[in-house]
T-cell receptor, first 110, second 116 residues
């Protein structure tokens, strides 16, 4: 089945700097790649997603890139703010099943 | 409109007991999926229901089961509870089956289950 690896597991950035989280997947049939943000004690919330026919997508300070050949996709957060502190999960969808990465704890220090 | 609603939010059960968790999807959403979240295993897919039929299943033992009703509401049941079943159980809904590209899933707040 699909296997999604996510790096790094923790990421500490200075406010205003950029943060990058990378994920790799194993199944070339994966066609949908969402990113979720989960604050402590809260539900995961979709922040951005990308489909396999698109290489890059941007929404304000957040962008996602997809390299289907290399089977990896990345989340980029620019001009980080303290409220960006959370756990971020990547996921890959294959045959209707969403496989999640292990998560990245992002800490933005003022 | 209201989001995904899960009940109960918190519960404590004893080993060997069974538990039933309930999920009401976003109005108009017909697909419901369930996930288990633990610190050690992360977010793991349990199963997905659409039109009262299980469309997909993760790698969990038969003690974990679910169903969906005609109004799209769903329940999951865990029988013969084990300590390792302690987790946050998340329900997510989408307009249609997740298999169909374009059906984003939205999570509920989850049900925190503690098995003692």
């Amino acid at each position: 089945g699909e296997n999604v690896e996510q790096h790094p597991s923790t990421l500490s950035v200075q406010e205003g700097d950029s943060a990058v989280i990378k994920c790799t997947y194993s199944d070339s049939a994966s066609n949908y790649f969402p990113w979720y943000k989960q604050e402590l004690g809260k539900r995961p919330q979709l922040i951005i997603d990308i489909r396999s026919n698109v290489g890059e997508k941007k929404d304000q300070r957040i962008a996602v890139t997809l390299n289907k050949t290399a089977k990896h996709f990345s989340l980029h957060i620019t001009e980080t703010q303290p409220e960006d502190s959370a756990v971020y999960f990547c996921a890959a969808s294959t045959n209707g099943k969403l496989q999640f990465g292990a998560g990245t704890q992002v800490v933005v220090t003022p | 409109k209201a989001g995904v609603t899960q009940t109960p939010r918190y519960l404590i059960k004893t080993r060997g007991q069974q538990v039933t968790l309930s999920c009401s999807p976003i109005s108009g959403h017909r697909s419901v999926s369930w996930y288990q979240q633990t610190p050690g295993q992360g977010l793991q897919f349990l199963f997905e229901y659409f039109s009262e039929t299980q469309r997909n299943k993760g790698n969990f033992p038969g003690r974990f089961s679910g169903r969906q009703f005609s109004n799209s509401r769903s329940e999951m049941n865990v029988s013969t509870l084990e300590l390792g079943d302690s987790a946050l159980y998340l329900c997510a809904s989408s307009l249609g089956p997740h298999r169909d590209s374009g059906n984003t899933i939205y999570f509920g707040e989850g049900s925190w289950l503690t098995v003692v």
